[in-house]
């Protein structure tokens, strides 16, 4: 157990917006929020989950809809209320503490706010490990917990509250309503018990996003007779897919969803190649010079060439240089049901998985 | 009060089908629905407004979607349980009567289902005395009565509960899942007290589908010295616009509606003259040799030239003789209130809403 106070928050966004992936929203915007709570309310707990009682009653808080949208809606302390009033009358029992659903800039610091409001604690753990794009796309499903009742609402104060035969279906119906609500609402899903939780989630992801959050930020103070590249290669557990300047972003916002492509030219080493990285919400798949060097459910994350930020797919813009980073994703995602669930296959990428330090052929500064 | 048996029904659903302007869905599907219920169950008890107590919760259950979707999906009895459980969780109160939000060949007879399958009274009035496409457009909604807490549910066992800020974001984001299921679903709506209902309801609807639908059957067996034809005008209240074989039908369903246009070319007295009549699911603007006879909220209803039949929007074919008749709507329609609801300008009908009766210029057999 451990407190969240604002000098914590920055990092956390910021490590979070790497594991995003691409997706899971601006890391300044959530941050702004999860400070601003944080100030009002005070500190937030953070619990192990070893310290969560197996009967706890455990619920996921987000945003769900297009980064671009939700970057432009405000975020409402009383839709948290809301969440909480419907899931607890639903469910005849009071919410003990609250996760995250996904690692990302946004995803990562609304439930930091709605647990400052709330006064509830946050748990040290997630349904994903990075960030994904739909939300049955969770351990949990791999573990047979059920979304619903999931509880939906939107700034306005329209409210929606769902019972599904599938969390494919729970996305589909609430996919449906964040459309019609504008594209981006707050959702609180997967209500689970504590023993639920410490069997199929993402442990320790609160904490790891702060470390790497801490690591980028001083990337360039490191001691050791390494440079920043390295550095950041190590402490990521990165594999280096390529290095190069944005010559093209290709975009679309359908189904709440922002699909696009980023297409690169090579600099550095990298001169004379090309790569381009595909992405829907999150990145997918990333692909050098006509070979596949990484896919979905490895973690594919764009940072900036000299402050080794996180870049998310709304942020990329022509001009910019970048390196192309390959993540190992949580092992549960490597399994048949977890590459069922969010395998490249599944994201239209005519392409079997192969995880990403098997396709990495060397050539970088990975170690 | 009175009980609803078998026979009461056929009668019941071709006169519903008629005030259903041309929605409401298909009368044989009605039927089959609510006899199946009532030989399972047995007969339906029907209370008039006046015979519910003040504070009795009463809730309208319907199907909702496009009538065509409609009548190729099955409605499951469940659907009903877990309608009823749904409100009555959220309302914290049992149900004690069921009412049809419309009429209609298939919404007036879901609701006999329902209380057959349930044990529930079914009471004579509706919230709109014809049928409309969307769910704010109800005497409730001019009464400042809330359609939620709302449940939808599907036939696969996916629901879900809206808590909204309007009556039409009701209608938004009921439409939006609606869809997402395949284009119909089963709902219960407006829970509302009995006080509600006699101050806001159309009283003794199905009372008069019912001696509309057995003057239907007779009308060629009177006994007066008149024509069927003016049988017909005559105990519907009715004034005849134009009587024509269909030449064209044109149609699209686009958000969960059937929209379109039939063409007529005039027959009988009308012979030379053209006529067209639009719709969205119901009749929305009859026009004659460029003149507009009539148009919404006023019904305005096809009807077989041999057997008076009303026919459906979704069952208009070539080559079928028809007339088109109109009738005068509930009175609430016609006020301020009423027709910013459902007035002509809001369906997109470039037009002011001029009651059908001052439209009407002879010429018919109108009494």
Redesign the interface.
């Known amino acids: 157990m451990r407190k969240l106070d604002i000098k914590e928050i920055e990092d956390i966004a910021l490590g979070a917006a790497l594991l995003g992936a691409g997706g899971g929203g601006d890391p300044y915007i959530g941050k702004l929020v999860a400070m601003g709570a944080i100030k009002e309310n005070g500190p937030v707990t953070l619990l192990e989950p070893e310290e969560v009682a197996d009967d706890a009653l455990i619920v996921a808080i987000a945003m769900m809809g297009a980064p671009t949208v939700l970057a432009e809606k405000a975020v409402g302390e009383k839709e948290y209320d809301t969440l909480r009033d419907m899931v607890s009358?639903?469910m005849g029992k009071e919410i003990d503490a609250v996760i995250p659903i996904e690692a990302g800039g946004v995803n990562s610091m609304l439930p930091i706010a709605a647990c400052a409001h709330l006064g509830l604690p946050l748990v040290d753990a997630d349904g994903m490990g990075r960030a994904f794009p739909e939300l049955q796309m969770v351990t949990f499903t791999i573990g047979g917990i059920n979304s619903c009742p999931m509880a939906l609402t939107d700034e306005?104060?329209?409210?929606?509250?769902?019972?599904?035969?599938s969390n494919k279906?729970t996305e589909?119906?609430a996919?449906?309503?964040t459309?019609?609500?504008g594209g981006a609402v707050s959702v609180a899903l997967y209500p689970m018990t504590g023993k639920q939780l410490k069997q199929y989630g993402v442990k320790n992801i609160v904490t790891r996003s702060q470390k790497l959050g801490e690591a980028i930020r001083t990337v360039k103070k490191h001691t050791d007779d390494i440079t920043p590249e390295e550095h950041f290669l190590k402490f990521s557990e990165g594999y280096k897919l390529f290095k190069g300047k944005i010559s093209d972003v290709l975009r679309e916002t359908r189904g709440a969803f922002n699909f696009g492509k980023v297409m690169l030219e090579g600099i550095g080493d990298y001169k004379g190649k090309e790569a381009f990285v595909e992405f829907q919400n999150e990145n997918l798949l990333a692909n050098v010079d006509g070979q596949i060097l990484a896919t979905v459910p490895d973690l594919i994350c764009l940072v900036d060439a000299e402050t080794f930020s996180p870049i998310t797919t709304d942020a990329l813009k022509y001009g910019k240089r970048v390196y192309v980073v390959g993540l190992k994703c949580f092992e549960m995602w490597r399994t048949e049901k977890g590459l069922e669930l969010v395998g490249p296959r599944y994201f239209g990428c005519d392409t079997e998985y192969i995880p990403v330090e098997k396709r990495y052929k060397g050539g970088g500064a990975n170690v």
Do not use: A, D, H, P
Not at 156 to 165: A, D, Q, R, W
């Open positions: 009358q639903f306005k104060g329209n409210s929606v509250l769902y019972k599904t035969i279906w589909e119906l996919r449906s309503v459309m019609s609500c």
